[in-house]
Nanobody, 115 residues
Framework: QVQLVESGGGLVQAGGSLRLSCAAS????????MAWYRQAPGKQRELVGI???????NYADAVKGRFTISRDNAKNTVYLQMNSLKPEDTAVYYC?????????WGQGTQVTVSS
C-alpha cells in the first residue's frame, strides 16, 4: 500500500518562504512522476508543478520563478520550496504520485499567506 505524507505547511507573511515535504512509503516503483497540486477555497484543484524521476520539472505559470520542486529518489521524497509567497498562494497543497498507471494523493497540508 502506498502512502504519501506531506509536512511543512503553516502561516507565513507575504514575501516569506515555506518548504513542503512529501514522503512516499510502500511499494514505490523507481520510475514515477511526483507533483504538487493546490486547492484554494471555492476553487478547483490545480497543478503547481511536476518532477520526473530524472529531475525534469514543469511549473504552472503562476508560480514560475518563485517555487522550486526537487526530489530525493533514495528517500522517495519530493520537496516544494516556495519563495516570495503571495496571499493568492493560500491553499491546501497536495502531493501526487503517478506510477504504473495509478495515481496516489497525500492528505494535504494547509498553507496560509497573510497580507
Amino acid at each position: 500500500q502506498v502512502q504519501l505524507v506531506e509536512s511543512g505547511g503553516g502561516l507565513v507573511q507575504a514575501g516569506g518562504s515555506l518548504r513542503l515535504s512529501c514522503a512516499a512509503s510502500g511499494s514505490i516503483f523507481s520510475i514515477n512522476r511526483m507533483a504538487w497540486y493546490r486547492q484554494a477555497p471555492g476553487k478547483q484543484r490545480e497543478l503547481v508543478g511536476i518532477i520526473g524521476t530524472g529531475g525534469n520539472t514543469n511549473y504552472a505559470d503562476a508560480v514560475k520563478g518563485r517555487f522550486t520542486i526537487s526530489r530525493d529518489n533514495a528517500k522517495n521524497t519530493v520537496y516544494l520550496q516556495m519563495n516570495s509567497l503571495k496571499p493568492e498562494d493560500t491553499a491546501v497543497y497536495y502531493c501526487n504520485l503517478q506510477m504504473l498507471e495509478r495515481t496516489y494523493w497525500g492528505q494535504g497540508t494547509q498553507v496560509t499567506v497573510s497580507s
